[in-house]
């Protein structure tokens, strides 16, 4: 229901955006997350915006480099990454809770409809 793309290989610096668009269902009254894994480490949230995008979270890992937007009309959400690390490298899930939670979780496990994944792999 959730499919993830625009993963990749850039370079220490570069940019990458990722799209997850919603099929079969509407999450447009839902708040919607980007979450990662990187190897042998947990999950991670890394961004969320509340159901009508007026309100953002981003982990401090990222806050400042990485911008997360959605539009309600595309049944879509993006993740704009701007100056990449090679610590971004990690497998990138989009995800959304079904249950009504606060305007915007933090925590992984709240979100429990998850898309495939894009990986994004970052050389320094």
């Known amino acids: 229901q959730l499919q993830a793309s625009g993963g990749g290989l850039v370079q220490a610096g570069g940019s990458l955006r990722l799209s997850c668009v919603a099929s079969?269902?509407?999450?447009?009254?839902?708040?919607m997350g980007w979450i990662r894994q990187a190897p042998g480490k947990d999950v991670e949230f890394i961004a969320g915006?509340?159901?009508?995008?007026?309100?953002?979270v981003y982990a401090d890992s990222v806050r400042g480099r990485f911008t997360i937007s959605r539009d309600n009309a595309k049944n879509a959400v993006y993740l704009q990454m701007n100056s990449l690390k090679p610590e971004d490298t990690a497998i990138y899930y989009c995800?959304?809770?079904?249950?009504?939670?606060?305007?915007?979780?933090?925590?992984?496990?709240?979100?429990?409809?998850w898309g495939q994944g894009t990986q994004v792999t970052v050389s320094s």
């Open positions: 079969g269902r509407s999450f447009g009254s839902h708040p």
């Open positions: 915006v509340s159901w009508n995008g007026e309100r953002t």
């Open positions: 995800a959304t809770p079904q249950k009504d939670t606060i305007p915007v979780p933090t925590t992984p496990g709240v979100y429990d409809i």
